[in-house]
Structures are given as C-alpha cells and as structure tokens.
C-alpha cells in the first residue's frame, strides 16, 4: 500500500500541484478541488500549521541601524553636490527588528521549501509586491490554531463534478 496518493500524476507534476493548492490555501483560506487532492493537501497544511504554532514566539528583538535616504516635501530624495557629483543625503535611524532563533529559522526555511511565493497587486497600480506567506502563518494562523491540537482544516464536500463524475470539496481552514 502507497504511503500517499498518486493522483494519476508524476512525481514531479504531483508535487507542483500539492505545493500550488497548499500555496493557495494559505494565501485564501478556502480552495475549491477533489476530495482525494484535498486530503492531501490538507496533510501538508496541517504540517506547516503545527510548526508554526511550535516556533511563533521564538524569536529576540534586535535594534540596528538603518541607512535611510532624506527626502523632501514631495517624497523625493535630496540630492548633495559632492565633488562635481550629485549624491543623495543619508542619515542613520535606529529600527527593531525580529531576529529568528535557529529552530525558528529551520522552521521558515523548510516552509517556503513548500510554498510558492505569490505576488500581489493594489488596485490601481501596475506595481506587484510580494507577499510574505512564512510571515502569514507566524503572525495570523498561528495565534488563531495556537489552542488546537490538530484539526486546522475543513473538508466540505460539494458534489460530484459535471465532467467526470470526481468528488468535490471545498477545503478550508477552521
């Protein structure tokens, strides 16, 4: 008997699959796929929701300084004749940061082996910023699952597909 499910896909289209809906339920909360999709991606999940639970608060505040650019009224940078050259203005500010202890650090490490990063846009704007999934589970998930032990997802099946007949679910996270 397998140890998982092989989903009628190679190892490495299975894999890419996995980590997409594990990616994206992360990032929504809720995913709409097949039962057998989803129950294993929901073991994935519930992984990386346990080791953020385990590591959230393990982490020192750290002061360092920070290079930062002047800037004027409208934003923009101030710029210095030095030699012959223009050059912007810096002064040093002191900022806290969050250092990550060893484990914690492992901990992040082994999640975006799993995770794909995603990209976010404001509307309005052609810019896309990425966001910080790793960060998500520390911060949001794991505060809210921090009482639970196990049972971090939801499967709600929905009916069977039109084309071929699959179960579907909607997976979500509790």
Do not use: C, W
């Amino acid at each position: 008997m397998a140890m998982y499910r092989k989903l009628g896909k190679k190892s490495d289209q299975r894999k890419a699959l996995l980590r997409n809906q594990v990616t994206q339920l992360i990032y929504h909360g809720k995913i709409k796929t097949t039962e057998a999709r989803a129950k294993e991606v929901r073991r994935i999940a519930e992984h990386l929701i346990t080791m953020a639970i385990k590591e959230k608060d393990n982490f020192e505040e750290v002061t360092v300084q920070a290079k930062v650019a002047d800037k004027d009224k409208d934003g923009k940078r101030v710029k210095v004749v030095v030699d012959g050259k223009k050059v912007t203005k810096y002064h040093t500010e002191d900022k806290k940061v969050k250092k990550d202890n060893p484990s914690r650090l492992h901990a992040r490490r082994e999640m975006l082996k799993v995770l794909y990063p995603v990209m976010e846009s404001a509307e309005g704007s052609k810019k896309a910023k990425k966001v910080d999934l790793t960060d998500k589970l520390f911060t949001e998930i794991a505060p809210k699952y921090q009482s639970r032990n196990g049972g971090y997802t939801r499967i709600v099946k929905i009916g069977q597909r039109k084309g071929d007949g699959a179960m579907e679910v909607i997976l979500e996270l509790v």
